[in-house]
């Protein structure tokens, strides 16, 4: 290999296994501008060496130069719509009609979720994707080849045998919910302009003339039909049959695609999925139902604008109008003020909503919101609903501009915002009634203390009458004192005060989770548990030390650092201990677990194994395995050829071991 090629090689790994952790593990180890120089590198090195280019380099992802506009597409076959079905009725109605043009008892569906983003349609010739182009208005589109080549799950070359001549494949590019919430997070968090939903992000993304715009966005595709096809293979049989095969070319298809024997089938899927829609990981508006049988399916035709052969069954809206009557500024356990826009109940993604939060102070000047105003309210899945955007014409002429507070609304202290900060926050800390509150409804919280009965409206009671003042409190309660409060009877009492006992026997990462440190989450708990083993050595940790410890940065580290250090924590602690709080001390590692806690990598080239199957080893024995060097590297396995990891390893002074010296201590640890 030439000096060139291996360069170009080693540059590509690097940029795909950098995709990987940006959009995969959602862990990138690099900057977005040592990923772009490296990108950058390679597209030089491709230039001036046309022959190192492949098909499938991640140079081919990003196009070099933003377009001046979008060339028009026209598509062999008109990309149609789908009609709609609203209620069970509809649907009997649907299947009725198909039976009755084919004159068949009962008819196979395919069952798919019906996702919610952009239609798009992409052509691969001899396996290379060629072109791609948005639906337009169903005959001419617009080419956006460069944008979706960017998007990381669409194969730039089919894998697989019997790669068609032309294949013309459409489907949905949408963006997942976690890649959303992100993504308008840090928009918030940046002062720019967040997006009103998945789809809207989807469309602004796909339509940048920029594709290394697009390429940072989080988008993903799925294919959903075939346009066109000249193959050397017979035609397929049915849809389910050409999903299959698009799957096994490398096409993303639905994992949750199912054929049914009739409509029947398709009711029981419906109901499956609507019960379960909150619980996925993208936004889906509905089903979507097609006559298998790609025959009958020619045999049906279409009218207009959508075929007589699908439907698409709605589901409730995620998205609804209403009125916004007031804005509440609540304090969370952290100090945080969060405003909380109260509004005209509506029915929105299947259940009542009359609160919405409006994040932070910048998110009310963002939107422009007044009191009054109509507003879009948005809930999908388990994010708490949001105002995404206000219905600007529909101002009434009373609107009120809504003033955030300078004091505290629960203790008046004056509230402080941190530079670079979006938050207003109370710093009064379990000074202030309203943290103490949500601090208490927190430790009991059920993945944290996991006390059952202890909601909001006993927790009050408890403040209000002095019972309890800090979490250690809760376990110096007696029925007797209980029994005396109002909504109280014996046998609740009783109850409690069991729930609070049963709690004292817990684990330490419950323990730490409980604490209410700030940005210490459940993850980060477990890992501290892990790492620690205990409370005291995580106690009388250092920011340096702490930082050992996996995703914990300096941020989180302080925050656990100044926990330790307030006398007023020291003594809570020390009170739930004496009360009998307790967690066994974990085991020390076994098997499967042995490297639990360290972080290796692999670079070069192996000659017993490949780079994969010792990556595999390491992780069955519980280690990490990570693309880059740094502090946090437990030791590196180098093979010949190894470059810049290696140096980097020495620079830091971490353990470097040759491949016959891993395979030995591999020996030992498996044994
Ligand atoms: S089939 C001719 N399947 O919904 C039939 N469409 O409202 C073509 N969509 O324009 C559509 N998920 O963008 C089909 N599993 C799915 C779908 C799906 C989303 C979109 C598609 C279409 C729109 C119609």
């Not at 196979?108 to 290379?128: F, M, N, T």
């Not at 009125?323 to 826009?341: D, I, K, L, S, Y």
């Not at 250092?542 to 100044?562: I, K």
């Not at 024995?621 to 590196?636: I, M, W």
Request: proline share 5%.
């Amino acid at each position: 290999m030439s000096e060139h090629q291996a360069r170009a090689k080693e540059l590509r790994e690097r940029l795909v296994r950098w995709s990987k952790e940006y959009y995969q593990d959602d862990a990138p180890s690099v900057s977005d501008s040592e990923f772009d120089r490296a990108l950058q590198a390679l597209r030089q090195l491709e230039q001036e060496h046309p022959e190192l280019a492949t098909p499938d380099s991640p140079t081919q992802r990003v196009g070099a130069e933003p377009l001046k506009g979008f060339e028009p597409v026209t598509h062999r076959h008109p990309m149609l719509s789908l009609d709609n079905a609203f209620s069970s009725d509809d649907l009997i109605d649907f299947d009725r009609r198909v039976r009755e043009r084919l004159d068949a008892a009962a008819i196979r569906y395919a069952c798919e979720p019906k996702l919610d983003g952009i239609a798009v349609s992409i052509v691969w010739r001899d396996g290379d994707l060629v072109l791609a182009a948005t639906r337009g208005d169903g005959r001419t589109g617009e080419g956006i080849t460069q944008n979706v080549r960017s998007i990381e799950c669409v194969p730039l070359q089919l894998k697989g045998a019997d790669i068609p001549a032309y294949l013309e494949v459409r489907g949905e590019v949408y963006m997942p919910r976690a890649g959303f919430e992100q993504f308008n997070k840090r928009a918030r968090e940046e002062g720019s302009k967040p997006f009103v939903n998945p789809r809207n992000a989807a469309a602004g993304s796909l339509r940048q003339l920029d594709s290394g715009i697009t390429r940072k966005r989080p988008l993903a595709f799925c294919a959903y039909s075939l346009g066109h096809m000249e193959s050397d293979g017979g035609p397929f049989a049915s849809h389910s049959e050409a999903m299959q095969q698009l799957s096994e070319w490398g096409i993303p298809i639905s994992e949750y695609g199912r054929v049914v024997d009739s409509i029947a089938g398709c009711e029981a899927y419906y109901e499956e999925l609507a019960e379960s829609r909150q619980r996925l990981s993208f936004d889906i508006d509905g089903i979507v139902f097609k006559v298998d049988d790609l025959a009958l399916q020619q045999q049906l035709g279409a009218v207009s604008r959508a075929p007589r052969w699908a439907i698409a069954r709605k589901f409730p809206a995620q998205e609804e109008m209403t009125v916004v009557r007031g804005v509440e500024f609540q304090v969370g356990r952290t100090g945080a003020v969060t405003p909380v826009a109260r509004l005209d109940p509506v029915f929105v993604g299947g259940v009542t909503v009359s609160n919405a939060t409006l994040h932070n102070a910048d998110e009310i000047d963002r939107l422009g919101l007044m009191t009054g105003d109509t507003v879009v309210v948005r809930r999908a899945g388990d994010v708490i609903p949001q105002v995404a955007a206000v219905v600007a014409d529909r101002r009434p002429d009373d609107a009120e501009p809504i003033a955030f507070p300078e004091q505290c609304p629960a203790c008046d202290s004056t509230l402080v915002r941190a530079p670079g900060e979006a938050v207003w926050r109370c710093e009064s800390g379990l000074g202030c009634p309203a943290q103490r509150r949500a601090s208490i409804a927190h430790f009991v919280s059920r993945r944290a203390m996991d006390i059952d009965g202890l909601g909001e409206k006993i927790i009050d009671q408890l403040l209000a009458s002095d019972l309890v003042q800090t979490v250690a409190d809760l376990y110096r309660l007696n029925t007797e004192q209980l029994a005396d409060l109002e909504r109280f009877g014996e046998k609740s009492a009783e109850n409690l005060v069991a729930a609070i006992a049963k709690s004292r026997d817990t684990s330490l990462e419950r323990f730490i989770y409980a604490l209410g440190i700030r940005e210490v989450g459940e993850t980060t708990a477990r890992q501290l548990a892990a790492y620690f083993g205990n409370l005291d050595p995580l106690i009388q940790a250092s920011v340096e030390q702490l930082q050992e410890v996996e995703d914990v940065g300096p941020v989180v580290a302080g925050h656990v650092v100044g926990f330790f250090a307030e006398p007023a924590n020291r003594r809570t602690m020390d009170s739930l201990i004496d009360l009998g709080v307790h967690w066994p001390i974990p085991e020390p590692d076994q098997g499967g677990s042995q490297l639990s806690g360290q972080t290796w990598v692999v670079t070069g080239k192996l000659e017993a194994m490949s780079r994969d199957g010792a990556e595999e080893a390491l992780r069955a024995l519980g280690a990490k395995v990570s693309g880059s060097v740094s502090g946090k590297t437990t030791a590196v396995v180098a093979g010949p050829g190894a470059g810049s990891k290696l140096k980097k390893a020495e620079t830091l002074g971490i353990e470097v071991i040759d491949e016959t010296e891993f395979l030995s201590r591999l020996n030992s640890w498996q044994a």
